[in-house]
């Protein structure tokens, strides 16, 4: 595991387009990273040899005009290497550095029964707006400071920092 670097970003689409497919793009979560850099200082990656085998975005974010949050995903693993605890061990590897950097919250869209035991639980329904259509039970989050998820309200927005 590492972290990212705009050289990887060949082999990261790569990744996502055999993990992810085509229909990615569609994905409510694409609107809010759409005009961001790629590659934040949080994105992971992991490798065998000159091989890149999954990697994770995060993107730094405000929620009701407040920084500190960072949006997790997408997080591909090339079909190939499935269930070797990848996307685990770069999740964990992303966390840690958001810590280290002071992010209070990290949010994402997906399935709590997979995220939910990495410590990811639901979000009050409404409490955090997207900019179009998601699933409000899909909507997860992990608090990183405590009380972070109470503080936070309103629209989800990519920024360019943690604050």
Not at 73 to 84: C, M, W
Request: net charge positive; hydrophobic share 40%; glycine share 12%.
């Amino acid at each position: 595991m590492r972290l990212a670097r705009a050289e990887d970003l060949p082999a990261i689409k790569k990744v996502h387009q055999r993990a992810l497919g085509p229909g990615r793009y569609a994905l409510t979560a694409y609107r809010v990273r759409e005009g961001t850099p790629p590659i934040s200082d949080f994105c992971q990656v992991a490798e065998c040899g000159k091989h890149l085998l999954a990697a994770v975005r995060f993107t730094p974010a405000s929620i009701g005009g407040q920084h500190g949050a960072l949006l997790l995903g997408p997080i591909a693993v090339d079909p190939d290497h499935l269930n070797r605890g990848l996307g685990r061990a770069l999740i964990d590897a992303g966390i840690a550095k958001a810590r280290e950097r002071g992010a209070q919250l990290i949010l994402l869209v997906g399935d709590s029964s997979y995220y939910g035991r990495l410590g990811f639980s639901p979000v009050p329904p409404g409490q955090i707006k997207f900019p179009g259509p998601v699933n409000p039970a899909r909507i997860l989050a992990m608090e990183l400071v405590a009380g972070a998820l109470t503080r936070l309200t309103g629209e989800l927005r990519a920024s360019e920092s943690l604050g």
